[in-house]
């Protein structure tokens, strides 16, 4: 047991699932061989350039090292397209560990002279080691995680890197001196030489994951690559905005690093007299850099990726380098404000800095990727070196400083100054910062799939619903009378839907019919007429006879004396009944007999009331309102009288709204009521559910909140305070919250099946509520469609969805929302629930 819980321990700390340990032990030991021997050789590559060449011929070193770069880039995208990912990484790492094993030969011979080429030899060689490893090890990381899972683990895969610049750097720092420092090389490519074993080892372990992923293995993916070039990585990178920007970012915080390296190497330069003492400091300085690193990557990196937006998170550099360059401007320009500089430059870069970049690349699509990360990592940086060049010789011709060749000679009145330029250089790396916050989220939402169509919309968007309906009433009218089905042909007649085509669907003989059976509808002695001339004209033109007719005082008068003996008759008139609804329904408004359509309505038959409900929404009186929100009640009624208030529109919103607040009206009747208003969709309707939400006793928040998120998905804007949504959503996560708890308290066996799905319904509802609540404040189609990929998708869908919410919800939000969406063991699952429910009885 306690073994168990010691096997555990590394793995709550630095919150590593099951089934990941391997994977991220192997990605920190490899970080930890390559930053081990490159923190070995960037120390001794200063050293020797410095103390040989002096500060100020730095500016060549990065031209130098840019040209090449640019070289390398080229080679590299031609290897990237012909060899498999497992050739690509250990063959650069075999290739730098040989050649810099004869690196230290050519050193050693021509120890005591001053061999120019070979210094900046060095310098360049050095500086591709540095690119070409980290670019390999970056890659690796962000093609293999998604967004989620790199924020997790991260950190600790930073630490391993930390820790071997740490051990690179006490190594640089104690063996100095002529004898021992030769030790140094050779040590650093043993450690590269080891890192090909871990980095075999690493891959095998990725095909397994890709494998069981239905993703195609690292060693295969040679064959599914795009043949990339320089051009064409240079135009993926332009064209697509979000690349744009990370480029921009690198620009600046190389060009920020190079004026900073050059004030703190002109310090130290300064402050140190042999090339031995220079070399233990550069050394000891590395670990003391690593330190600070580590203490930013366990406490500050990864609060800071919870907690922040990405582009907060940007800003943290910019901001902190911001105070350390005002403090060498103030102060005295010595080798303690350089110091305070270059480890706050140094100790982010390794840290929160660097994690976060790599970040970025993770939603970007693998196609872009594989050209763009290359180009920005390798000739991009290597390009604003020598931006930063330029920028200290243009600031060295303005101060008006010596200058040999094309190089600032070193001067602290040169140095310190130059604080300046970093200051002006970070606003843009601010504006840039803010500026990929909201790409980021855009790069996102393109691994999130689009949202699909609620299926009412499809069907309204397709079909003309109102239409349908009339066609099978129509057809249906055949089985009650022949008077019932005349009147159904005529309505589509006098709409002018009465296509041909639909006309020989209908009937054969619905001319004749329409004939004969109003003949006893309208009276003897108007039909009489009618029917005399039917044959000199086409039925199209009944829809101008017909109406006169019915708007006579003749046939009004007879029709009310109908329906007054319909009425008291009862069961036995009930045809009668549904002929005289659908007759009024035929009327003008304003005919006598149209006022008596509330009795119908009102109709113990609810076949009679239908037909009066849907004549109701013919007229739109308002005096029928009442008694059509009466039949909201009945389920055989409730369809059609939502449908009639649908057509009064407006002039249904304060009736339907006092009958909504109406607490001792039938539940039934409140709910078809919420249904009417977000048919109506009106302002005044979104303002009457709002309101309801907001100030309602909570009864009818299910039905609300749906009606709502219809309404929004429609574009409709929703007068629903922030406060009031936020209420309403953090009462859902307590719900939530709740019934999870008493779902998983539940003990086996079948005693708990009913129970458990009812349980297991109440938390699908309760999830779906609080996004419904999310998409009226924020983007409706961007919140549907991260619900749809948490709730549907695969893990990577749902990592890049939970990853959009993160950084697109507002932080008390996120902090609330996030915990439902997270891949937690169900025991930490447990103990976040019971503390949401803890801390909201204490409020």
């Known amino acids: 047991m306690e073994s168990r819980r010691l096997r555990k321990a590394p793995r709550r700390i630095f919150n590593i699932k099951p089934g990941e340990g391997k994977l991220a032990l192997l990605l920190f030991s490899y970080f930890f061989l390559i930053t081990a021997p490159l923190t070995i050789i960037k120390t001794l590559r200063t050293t020797h350039f410095v103390w040989k060449m002096g500060v100020g011929d730095l500016p060549k070193a ?13 080679l590299h995208s031609r290897i990237q397209f012909r060899s498999s990912t497992r050739a690509l990484i250990t063959g650069s790492i075999a290739f730098f560990a040989v050649s810099g094993l004869l690196l230290q030969a050519g050193l050693l011979t021509a120890a005591g ?27 690796t990381v962000n093609e293999r995680f998604n967004p989620r899972e790199a924020k997790r683990l991260i950190g600790f895969i930073s630490s391993g890197g930390i820790l071997g610049g740490l051990l690179g750097g006490l190594l640089a720092g104690l063996l100095t001196g002529p004898i021992r420092a030769n030790w140094l090389m050779p040590l650093a490519c043993a450690m590269l030489l080891g890192c090909v074993l871990v980095v075999r080892a690493l891959l095998h372990v990725q095909d397994e994951r890709a494998l069981e992923a239905g993703r195609s293995p690292a060693g295969k993916e040679r064959q599914e690559r795009q043949k990339t070039g320089f051009i064409a990585s240079f135009h993926a990178v332009r064209g697509n905005s979000f690349l744009s920007l990370i480029a921009g970012i690198v620009t600046i915080g190389v060009i920020v690093s190079t004026c900073i390296e050059f004030q703190f190497l002109s310090a130290a330069r300064q402050h140190y007299f042999t090339e031995a003492r220079l070399q233990a ?28 937006r990405m582009g907060g998170t940007l800003l943290l550099t910019p901001v902190v380098l911001f105070i350390a360059s005002l403090c060498v401007l103030l102060a005295p320009f010595g080798l303690l404000p ?33 050209k763009a990360k290359p180009f920005i990592d390798m000739f991009v940086s290597q390009f604003a070196k020598v931006a930063g060049a330029l920028v200290l010789l243009v600031f060295a011709l303005l101060m008006k400083k010596p200058i040999e060749g094309v190089t600032p000679v070193f001067n602290p ?26 790409e980021y989220l855009a790069a996102l939402k393109e691994n999130i799939k689009p949202p699909r169509n609620r299926p009412e919309r499809d069907i309204r968007d397709k079909l003309d619903v109102d239409y349908a309906k009339l066609v099978f009433d129509t057809i249906d009218s055949r089985h009650y009378s022949s008077v019932l089905y005349a009147l159904h042909v005529f309505d589509l007649l006098a709409q002018d839907k ?6 020989r669907v209908i009937s054969d003989k619905s001319g004749e019919v329409l004939a004969t059976a109003l003949d006893g509808r309208l009276g003897a002695g108007g039909m009489a007429r009618f029917s005399d001339v039917l044959d000199d004209f086409p039925p199209e033109d009944m829809r101008t006879e017909i109406p006169l007719i019915m708007s006579s005082a003749e046939y009004q008068k ?45 109709d113990e038959s609810p076949k009679v009331a239908c037909f009066a409900l849907k004549s109701a929404a013919r007229l739109r009186k308002k005096e029928d309102i009442p008694a059509v929100i009466r039949r909201l009640g009945n389920f055989l009624t409730m369809e059609d009288a939502v449908s009639a208030l649908h057509q009064y529109g407006d002039t249904a919103v304060r009736p339907l709204e006092k009958a909504l607040n109406d607490r001792t009206r039938e539940m039934a009747v409140r709910r078809a009521a919420v249904e009417a208003l977000a048919r109506i969709g009106t302002p005044g309707a979104v303002r009457a559910l709002a309101e309801e939400l907001e100030h309602g006793a909570g009864d009818m928040d299910d039905e609300v909140i749906d009606a709502l998120d219809r309404l929004r998905s429609e574009k409709a804007e929703i007068p629903l305070s922030a406060s009031a949504s936020k209420r309403k959503i953090h009462g859902l996560i307590r719900q939530y919250c709740r019934t999870y708890l008493e779902l998983h308290g539940l003990g086996p066996g079948e005693d708990h099946v009913e129970l458990r799905r009812r349980l297991e319904r109440n938390l699908e509802a309760y999830f779906a509520g609080i996004f419904k609540l999310l998409g009226l404040h924020y983007p409706h189609n961007d919140i549907r469609r991260a619900y749809q990929n948490i709730t549907a998708g695969g893990r990577d869908s ?7 919410l993160d950084n697109a919800l507002k932080k008390d939000m996120k902090e609330a929302v996030l915990p439902l969406i997270e891949d937690l063991d169900p025991s930490e699952k447990t103990r976040r629930f019971k503390r949401i429910l803890k801390d909201a009885s204490g409020l």
């Open 798 to 804: 749902i990592a890049h969805a939970t990853e959009w």
């Open 498 to 503: 009465l296509t041909p085509e639909m006309y």
């Open 62 to 74: 990065y031209l130098l090292a840019a040209v090449a770069t640019g070289l390398v880039v080229l």
């Open 413 to 438: 009145s040169l140095a310190k100054p130059l604080s300046w330029v970093v200051i002006a250089l970070l606003i843009p790396w601010c504006f840039f910062g803010l500026k990929i916050g909201k």
């Open 113 to 139: 002279r001053d061999s120019i080429f070979l210094a900046y030899f060095y310098w360049v060689w050095a500086s591709l080691l540095v690119i070409v490893l980290m670019t390999h090890f970056w890659m």
């Open 338 to 370: 350089a110091i305070i500089l270059r480890g706050s430059e140094g100790s982010l870069a390794f840290s929160v800095n660097e994690a976060v970049r790599e970040m970025l690349y993770i939603p970007v699509a693998a196609h872009l990727k594989h």
């Open 281 to 308: 400091f550069l050394g000891l300085f590395e670990p003391a850099l690593t330190l600070l690193a580590l203490f930013l990557n366990f406490f500050v990196a990864g609060y800071v990726l919870k907690k922040l």
């Open 558 to 602: 007879l029709m009310s004396a109908r329906l007054e003996q319909a009425l008291r008759e009862g069961k036995e008139s009930e045809v009668e009944r549904m002929e005289l609804a659908k007759t009024m329904g035929l009327m003008d408004p304003h005919a006598p007999l149209t006022g008596q359509l509330s009795r119908l309505i009102d």
